[in-house]
């Protein structure tokens, strides 16, 4: 099909049926990707025709998940746009219309069977379907008299419409990862398009009456809708719309991190990952799931995790920026094959992320951690602050990971590590420990890279053991031997701090009897 001739227009169309899965968001960022890189537009359309399975604040979920991301819409509920309304169930006049349409074509019925006909009918047929093999037996109005059809639609009686699928045809659907997918008409059923009972269509008229009016040139979503795409074309078809009909693109599913099948939430619970972008409540169970807003993720790592997830750019490229994932995109480099979920490559990118990261904007992501922990960031400094962060950042994956190699720059030792006591707080270190103290107290200039030189020449100088004398003294300062270079942290604490900190070790370490 002549993608390239055709203005791109993509739409992104969840059902706020709960909060957005980590799939969706993906769905939503390959739209989202396609459409810049076209110069196109990115619709965001709300289908919630399913009045049973609507749950409150879904869609506000999704507005600010994807605003979190840096999803930008083009034309949507929030945004408006020259097609709107962007939400389904504000749209019932376009489908009733439309419904018509196809019943004045003949391409559609009505018919009146109650669930319990249905029912009865699947009892009484093994592998019952509502088909060109049944349709002749069932109450529509195929088979009842015009007038019966009226009579019982002016009497109120719930009906539904009904698509009519005619056996015998070889159905294409051209996918543009796939390529084309051909099943028989036979094993389709005719689905309903309409419901009388909430004067809502189902999700596949309302779908694909929307694609056309909205002029969607490519419906890219996940492999879980590629079953319905047969039905899907059969329906342009039936509109006389085929000419303009929009290419597919069934991007692969994302499989569990350990084995075959479908990434759950579950899988999640069970390994220790969000799946999905922002922390969700649920308003019926009460029941919370984590975000990976909340996880400590940076949006541009969640981003860059997914694109990847399904993608490639063609070399071992891993790290890229949106603008990158933008210019390098392509589907010729999206796979059929499902993608593992491989949740510690995201752990890597939030890592890298952070690496890049300006030490003063991860000094601000830090000082909700330091409030959680009792520290007030507003008696330290900002330059402090980030220099801290600077020192440590290195070491994390998380932002919150901030706090367990940082939490001595803001507190001085209350505990000290038992076993480095046991190890290096000799009979002698006290007085050893109040020498040094003294010697910093009137070294003549304490910056790290002056200081270093200085207690290393009087270590030696005096005979000690190097090693002893330092663990000893980071001891008295950091409260456990490891962290950042000893003369790097001295140059942050500053002269009166770590002598503090060294007289208050003398006084509080007591040697492991
Ligand atoms: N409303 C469907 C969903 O929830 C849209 C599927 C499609 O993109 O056609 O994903």
Redesign the pocket.
């Known amino acids: 099909m002549a993608t390239t001739e055709r203005e791109v227009r993509v739409?992104?169309?969840?059902?706020p049926?709960g909060p957005l899965h980590i799939g969706?968001v993906r769905?939503a960022l390959y739209n989202y990707l396609f459409a810049r890189q076209h110069g196109g537009t990115m619709i965001l359309r709300i289908?919630d025709t399913d009045s049973q399975r609507f749950v409150p604040g879904a869609e506000d979920y999704i507005n600010e998940a994807l605003a979190w991301l840096g999803i930008g819409i083009d034309e949507g509920v929030r945004e408006g746009g020259p097609y709107g309304p962007y939400k389904q169930s504000e749209r019932r006049d376009i489908y009733r219309e439309h419904v018509k349409m196809l019943l004045d074509a003949g391409k559609a019925y009505i018919a009146f069977d109650t669930p319990a006909e249905l029912e009865a009918k699947r009892n009484e047929i093994a592998n019952f379907q509502y088909d060109a093999s049944t349709r002749g037996m069932m109450r529509n109005s195929l088979t009842l008299p015009a007038e019966e059809v009226e009579r019982l639609i002016a009497d109120g009686a719930q009906y539904v419409v009904r698509f009519k699928v005619e056996p015998g045809r070889d159905v294409a659907v051209n996918d543009l990862i796939r390529g084309t997918v051909t099943i028989k008409s036979d094993i389709l059923d005719d689905k309903v398009l309409y419901k009388s009972a909430d004067d809502l269509p189902t999700?596949h008229l309302a779908?694909i009456v929307d694609d056309h009016l909205m002029k969607v040139s490519h419906?890219i979503?996940?492999e879980e809708?590629l079953p319905?795409a047969p039905l899907h074309v059969l329906l342009y078809e039936a509109f006389g719309w085929s000419d303009t009909a929009p290419d597919f693109v069934h991007l692969p599913l994302l499989l569990k991190p350990d084995g075959k099948g479908k990434l759950s939430k579950r899988d999640g619970d069970r390994l220790g990952f969000p799946v999905f972008p922002l922390e969700w409540h649920d308003p019926k169970s009460g029941e919370t799931s984590s975000g990976y807003r909340e996880s400590g993720y940076l949006p541009e790592a969640v981003v860059n995790f997914l694109a990847l997830l399904g993608w490639n750019p063609g070399d071992d490229t891993e790290v890229m920026s949106m603008d990158e994932l933008i210019s390098r995109f392509s589907l010729e480099h999206c796979s059929k094959a499902g993608a593992k979920f491989a949740f510690e490559k995201g752990k890597w990118f939030n890592h890298t992320y952070l690496q890049e990261l300006d030490n003063a904007r991860l000094a601000e992501l830090f000082k909700p951690v330091l409030k959680e922990h009792g520290v007030d960031p507003s008696a330290f400094s900002d330059e402090y602050i980030a220099a801290v962060v600077g020192l440590v950042k290195s070491r994390i994956n998380f932002v919150r990971d901030l706090w367990e190699h940082a939490r001595f720059f803001f507190a001085a030792p209350e505990e000290y590590e038992a076993k480095a006591v046991k190890k290096r707080w000799s009979e002698q270190m006290p007085a050893i420990m109040t020498e040094l103290a003294d010697k910093l107290e009137n070294e003549a200039d304490f910056t790290g890279t002056v200081l270093e030189p200085s207690v290393l020449g009087w270590i030696e100088e005096k005979g000690y053991h190097l090693g002893n004398v330092m663990n000893a003294f980071r001891l008295t300062v950091v409260g456990e031997c490891k962290g950042p270079h000893m003369f790097d942290i001295t140059d942050l604490l500053g002269r009166e701090e770590t002598v503090r900190r060294i007289r208050k070790g003398v006084e509080r370490i007591h040697p492991a009897e």
Do not use: C
């Not at 739409?11 to 059902?15: L, N, Q």
């Open positions: 739409r992104f169309a969840p059902s049926t969706g769905t289908e999700y779908n419906v979503r996940g809708w319905s």
